[in-house]
Structures are given as structure tokens and as C-alpha cells.
């Protein structure tokens, strides 16, 4: 099979390095152009010496002409609101596809991203953002297949969705009070210099940010709000059939959470602990059997039995998921624990995972260590 053609613009951020990590082990890929604003003509391997002997490429400057020429895909992993003069220019050339590693592409409401992101949408990107796929594998696999833009989900979004899709999908709790407790590496705020991710401000300290109004709680919102009123749940087994008996009619409702972020003092990593309120009283062997078959398609995907409980060392520079739980029958609530590597399935794995799933390469290629 020939390989195909890849760029990466943003290639000297934590996103980009980590892609760059994980390409140079793919089979079918050719990494053709790799761009960044602060190291222009110097050689990638000078910047990450980790990459001596492996990639002797020089950094060039942003020039869409000559990617989109020689791109057969093309990964924007720069900041949020700057691929949307970046994005638009790259697919009217209409000569590769694109996977943005930004949140300027995942809100299917161009006011919602204004309101939350401080920045219009052009006409011209207002357009791609109802052709954008958003791209979470294990729900929107057959989209991203003909997709030629892929909004790469966030790393917290990425975590919490994943957690309690099936319970959403299936309504086996309520579509309120819900509570999201996430904690996140320092890599998870980019390469920028920020005095508050110094050494010095995170070694031994743990702190929470932004409890009010983070970035990425519209992005959750609205597919948590798509799982709970319109996810397909023709493909239950009837042996779960009786779970659901009475629960799935009923209005549209809207999913507001509550959501806050902490910082750890780690490199990277995430973990979201998932709070909400159970309808009935489930068996945990049930809910077990309910996760196992909603990600059964889904290689990247690891179910923990109770009372077992992933760990965020777990997930170390892999793209997997790792989901337990732990009922609490005197509150009435279950405790989802979901981690990932932000870096990974929280970025530059799931966006090779969506390169993957568009260009008909097994799901898995390139990202098994």
C-alpha cells in the first residue's frame, strides 16, 4: 500500500512533537512539511534532539500553497482561533484533507464558539463548521470516514464523554446535577511560557482554574446533549432491553454540567471523576455489561470490573481510555473514573486514529506501543 503524504503545521507545540512521536512508527505515512512560527530552517531534530537518527527534517515557515500541494492530509495543531485563518484556506485548495487538533471546529454553533472563544466565525469557516465531523472514534466512526474536516475533540471532553456516553445514551441517569471533577497534566496547557506552569508554582502543589467558566464546557455540553436526545439505541441487546423499560421518551433536554478542571503536578495525563444520579437501582454487573457492549467496536477502549479503578500511569504515552466505576447506593449516584493521556487519546493519538479511520488503515495502525 503506498503512503500517503502527511504535514503537520504546529509541529514544534506539545501536540505536534507528540504527533511527529507517533508518525515516525506508521507504516503508511511520509511526513512531508513540518511548520512552526519559532524555529523556521531549523532542523526538527535540533529542536527535539529525541529525534536524532530518526527525522532529518528542516522547519519551514507557513506557506498554504505549497502544503496543500503536497498534502495528502494535513494536521493543524495550533492554539484555538487560530486555525480559523489557517483551516478555510487549506480545503478550498481542495486538494488534501484536514484534521484540526483546535477547538475552532467542534461547536456546531457559531455563536456558542464566539461567546466561549472571544472570535467570529468568517462566512467562509461558518460554512465548514456544519461539515465538520467531530472527531470521537468510538461515536462517529462511519462520519469520519468521508470526512475531509475532522474537529479533533479535546483532552477533558475526550475523558468525560467517553465516561458516561452509554449511561447518557441509555438514560440510566438523569439529565441533571451532573458534576464533573477533572484533573490534568501541565502539558494539557501547551508549550507557552505561563508563570503559573513554572517548576517551581506546580511541583508539590495541586490547584483548581477556571471552575466557572472553562473552555471546553460548551464543546461537552453539546454532545453529551446529543448522546441523552438522539444517539442511536436500536443496538441494545435484549438481555438489556429491561434496563430501559419507560425511560428513554420524553422532551429534549438540554445537558448543562458543572465542571471543574485541577492542575496536577505531572507532566501529563488526565483524570475526570463523573458524578451523577442513577434513575433506578442497577445491578453493577449490568452497567459492566452495558459498557462492554456500547464499546465493543471500540479498540481503544479498556472497561475496569469493580472494585478496580484506572490510574492515570496506566494510560502513560498509549491512546487508550481507561473506564471503572463505583456505584454509591445511599446517595443514589454513580462515580465514573475515566483517564487518558491528554496528549495521546487526548490529541495527537486521536487524531492518528481519525487518520486511520479516514484514509481505510486498520483503527489501531501506528498506535499500539
Not at 515557515?61 to 500541494?69: F, G, K, T, Y
Not at 468568517?122 to 465538520?132: D, F, G, Q
Not at 494539557?188 to 517551581?200: E, W, Y
Not at 485541577?262 to 434513575?279: A, D, E, K, M, Q
Given at each position: 500500500m503506498e503512503k500517503i503524504r502527511v504535514s503537520i503545521i504546529g509541529a514544534t507545540g506539545y501536540s505536534g512533537k507528540e504527533l511527529i512521536r507517533i508518525l515516525l512508527k506508521h507504516p503508511q505515512v511520509e511526513l512531508t512539511h513540518l511548520v512552526s512560527?519559532?524555529?523556521?530552517?531549523?532542523?526538527?531534530?535540533?529542536v527535539f534532539p529525541e529525534f536524532k537518527n530518526q527525522l532529518d527534517k528542516e522547519l519551514i515557515?507557513?506557506?498554504?500553497?505549497?502544503?496543500?500541494?503536497d498534502s495528502e492530509l494535513i494536521f493543524t495543531a495550533l492554539p484555538h482561533t487560530v486555525s480559523l485563518d489557517v483551516v478555510p484556506d487549506l480545503l478550498a485548495r481542495k486538494r488534501g484533507k484536514v484534521i484540526d487538533l483546535s477547538a475552532d471546529f467542534r461547536l456546531k454553533s457559531a455563536?456558542?464558539?464566539?461567546?466561549?472563544?472571544?472570535?467570529?466565525?468568517?462566512?467562509?469557516?461558518?460554512?465548514?463548521?456544519?461539515?465538520?465531523v467531530y472527531g470521537l472514534p468510538e461515536l462517529y466512526k462511519k462520519e469520519i470516514k468521508n470526512a475531509s474536516l475532522v474537529a479533533n475533540p479535546g483532552c477533558y471532553p475526550t475523558s468525560v464523554i467517553l465516561g458516561i456516553a452509554p449511561l447518557l445514551a441509555y438514560h440510566l441517569v438523569e439529565a441533571k446535577d451532573i458534576i464533573i471533577d477533572s484533573k490534568s497534566g501541565t502539558s494539557?496547557?501547551?508549550?507557552?511560557?505561563?508563570?503559573?506552569?513554572?517548576?517551581?508554582e506546580c511541583q508539590g502543589n495541586f490547584k483548581a482554574y477556571k471552575c466557572l467558566k472553562h473552555n471546553h464546557i460548551p464543546e461537552m455540553e453539546q454532545e453529551l446533549s446529543f448522546l441523552y436526545n438522539q444517539y442511536n439505541r436500536n443496538n441494545i441487546s435484549d438481555s438489556n432491553r429491561g434496563m430501559l423499560s419507560g425511560k428513554l421518551s420524553g422532551a429534549y433536554e438540554e445537558i448543562k454540567i458543572s465542571f471543574?478542571?485541577?492542575?496536577?503536578?505531572?507532566?501529563?495525563?488526565?483524570?475526570?471523576?463523573?458524578?451523577?444520579?442513577?434513575?433506578?437501582?442497577?445491578?453493577?454487573d449490568k452497567i459492566v455489561e452495558l459498557y462492554h457492549q456500547f464499546y465493543q467496536e471500540a479498540p481503544f477502549i479498556r472497561i475496569f470490573n469493580p472494585p478496580e479503578l484506572p490510574e492515570v500511569r496506566f494510560v502513560y504515552q498509549t491512546n487508550y481510555c481507561d473506564i471503572g466505576f463505583a456505584i454509591d447506593g445511599r446517595v443514589g449516584k454513580i462515580k465514573i473514573i475515566s483517564v487518558l493521556d491528554n496528549l495521546t487519546k487526548g490529541a495527537a493519538g486521536q487524531a492518528v486514529q481519525n487518520m486511520n479511520i479516514m484514509f481505510n488503515f486498520p483503527e489501531e495502525l501506528g498506535l499500539l506501543n
Open positions: 512560527t519559532s524555529y523556521v530552517g531549523q532542523n526538527i531534530a535540533a515557515s507557513l506557506d498554504l500553497e505549497v502544503i496543500a500541494n455563536d456558542n464558539y464566539a461567546n466561549w472563544y472571544r472570535k467570529e466565525h468568517t462566512e467562509k469557516s461558518r460554512i465548514l463548521l456544519s461539515e465538520a494539557g496547557a501547551g508549550r507557552k511560557l505561563s508563570l503559573d506552569l513554572h517548576f517551581t471543574t478542571p485541577h492542575l496536577l503536578p505531572l507532566s501529563r495525563g488526565i483524570l475526570s471523576t463523573c458524578y451523577l444520579n442513577l434513575v433506578d437501582n442497577y445491578e453493577q
